[in-house]
């Protein structure tokens, strides 16, 4: 395990925990909006939120290089496209099969790329994209750069065998990719007592192949960060891979069409009260004077808008023209 020092809120400055907070508050909103919208029939397919996980990406983004070091994620994808920086008009209108979204309405909710962003999806098979992360990592070692891939993948996909087929090659080449494990307990709808042995300890499944873990609190961006800024130094220094079991929580069920019904009210609401991270990052900076109830108010009301305004330009976005079936593929 990768022993590192406890979070320190003090040496953290006003602008970064209003950054922090206002790209958690992002997501969080923009999630809401696409609920909303799946609700009016706006949007189609599937749909996976991620309320109550957003300290996860808001945190290693802030590790990371923006636009250098990668991305790669499941279906569960809104969020890091987010705080990857991609633009939610583009997002949003991509959720309601739009010509201005970001896979020119062709994708939908889990097949978004961008490769200014070097966000490189959305994968709707489970732990797909574990391998592809670690041919991102492959490619930046070939190469001689120092670009770290950021591989997220969920509990229920940690139990994939392809993902320790993938462990073995990026121990073997020491590749540059951190292992990204965002474990919200229910794979699905099946708690990981049922499914996982030793689901306790997720960040040791790479003992066997010589990958150092660490397990961190996925509800503390704070903490993320930290953990983040060790295992992207010892990538950047030769010393990868790296694995990171982010232990969060998501609020809404597995997807809208999930009426989750696996788990309490009771549990749900305890989450949202004691451990929110959002309401943690408001928390430190009312108590730290950063800013009032009414800055925080302020910032909401942006932020609101701004997520409104997205869906606007979605809807008034026209769909794609049949033409576009043909473009984007392979022909003979």
């Not at 770290?148 to 121990?171: C, H, I, K, P, R």
Request: hydrophobic letters at 35%; proline letters at 3%.
């Amino acid at each position: 395990m990768m022993d590192g020092p406890a979070t320190s809120h003090a040496n953290t400055s006003k602008d970064e925990l209003l950054g922090y907070y206002r790209d958690m508050l992002l997501i969080r909103r923009f999630e809401e909006k696409a609920g909303q919208l799946y609700g009016m029939g706006k949007i189609g397919g599937f749909c996976h939120l991620y309320i109550g996980q957003e300290a996860v990406v808001v945190g290693l983004q802030a590790a990371v290089r923006e636009g250098q070091d990668q991305v790669i994620t499941s279906y569960r994808d809104h969020g890091h496209m987010l705080a990857c920086g991609m633009d939610p008009n583009g997002v949003m209108a991509e959720l309601t099969g739009r010509e201005g979204g970001y896979s020119k309405g062709k994708g939908g909710s889990m097949h978004m790329f961008s490769r200014e962003k070097a966000f490189y999806g959305g994968h709707g098979i489970v732990g797909a994209q574990v391998p592809l992360g670690a041919g991102l990592a492959f490619a930046n070692k070939y190469r001689g750069n120092d670009q770290v891939a950021l591989t997220y993948f969920g509990d229920g996909a940690a139990n994939q065998g392809q993902v320790y087929e993938t462990f073995n090659m990026a121990s073997l080449w020491k590749l540059p990719v951190i292992f990204v494990i965002e474990n919200n307990i229910y794979a699905m709808g099946t708690s990981q007592e049922r499914s996982t042995a030793n689901y306790q300890e997720l960040y040791h499944r790479g003992v066997p192949f010589g990958i150092e873990g660490e397990q961190v609190d996925g509800m503390d961006v704070l903490a993320v960060k930290d953990a983040g800024e060790r295992a992207v130094a010892k990538c950047r220094a030769g010393d990868g891979p790296v694995i990171l079991e982010v232990k969060t929580y998501r609020y809404r069920g597995h997807s809208m069409s999930d009426p989750a019904k696996y788990r309490t009210r009771d549990e749900v609401q305890k989450m949202r009260s004691e451990r929110d991270p959002i309401e943690h990052v408001r928390e430190m900076l009312v108590s730290a004077g950063h800013a009032s109830e009414d800055d925080l108010k302020a910032i909401d009301r942006e932020v609101k808008s701004r997520v409104n305004a997205s869906a606007d330009f979605a809807l008034e976005s026209p769909e794609p023209a049949v033409e576009e079936l043909w473009t984007d593929i392979y022909a003979a």
